[in-house]
Nanobody
Framework: QVQLVESGGGLVQPGGSLRLSCAAS???????????IGWFRQAPGKERKGVSC????????HYVDSVKGRFTISRDNAKNMVYLHMSNLRPADTAVYYC?????????????????WGQGTQVTVSS
C-alpha cells in the first residue's frame, strides 16, 4: 500500500528550478509530521542515494554536499506536505526523485532505516 506520493517533476533547462512535493496517499491517514522525511534520487544505472532530509522532532535539515546551497527541504504539517525546492539545476541532477519516511531518531544522519517509500517522480535537466 502506497503511503507517499511525489509530484512536481519534469523537464527543466540547466539553471532552472523545480519544486517537488511529497504528500500522503489520499485516504491513507498517513501523517507525514510523525516521520523524518528524506528525499532520495536514483539516476539510470546508479544506486539510490539520499540528498536531503528533515527531522520530525525539530525541523533540522540535512543536505549532501552536491546539493547544498541549491536545494531546500521544508515541511508544512498543517497541509501534511513536505517539499524539495531545487534551484540552479544541473544535468547531473537528472534522476527519479523519491520521498521516504522513517521514525528512527537518527534517520537523517544515515538516511536509514526507511519504512515507507513513494513511487518517484522524474526530474530531467537538459537543454
Amino acid at each position: 500500500q502506497v503511503q507517499l506520493v511525489e509530484s512536481g517533476g519534469g523537464l527543466v533547462q540547466p539553471g532552472g528550478s523545480l519544486r517537488l512535493s511529497c504528500a500522503a496517499s489520499p485516504g491513507s491517514g498517513f501523517t507525514l509530521g510523525y516521520f523524518n522525511i528524506g528525499w532520495f534520487r536514483q539516476a539510470p544505472g546508479k544506486e539510490r542515494k539520499g540528498v536531503s532530509c528533515i527531522n520530525s522532532s525539530d525541523g533540522m535539515t540535512h543536505y549532501v554536499d552536491s546539493v547544498k546551497g541549491r536545494f531546500t527541504i521544508s515541511r508544512d504539517n498543517a497541509k501534511n506536505m513536505v517539499y524539495l525546492h531545487m534551484s540552479n539545476l544541473r544535468p547531473a541532477d537528472t534522476a527519479v526523485y523519491y520521498c521516504a519516511a522513517g521514525r528512527w531518531p537518527d534517520y537523517c544522519s544515515g538516511y536509514a532505516p526507511t519504512e515507507y517509500w513513494g513511487q518517484g517522480t522524474q526530474v530531467t535537466v537538459s537543454s
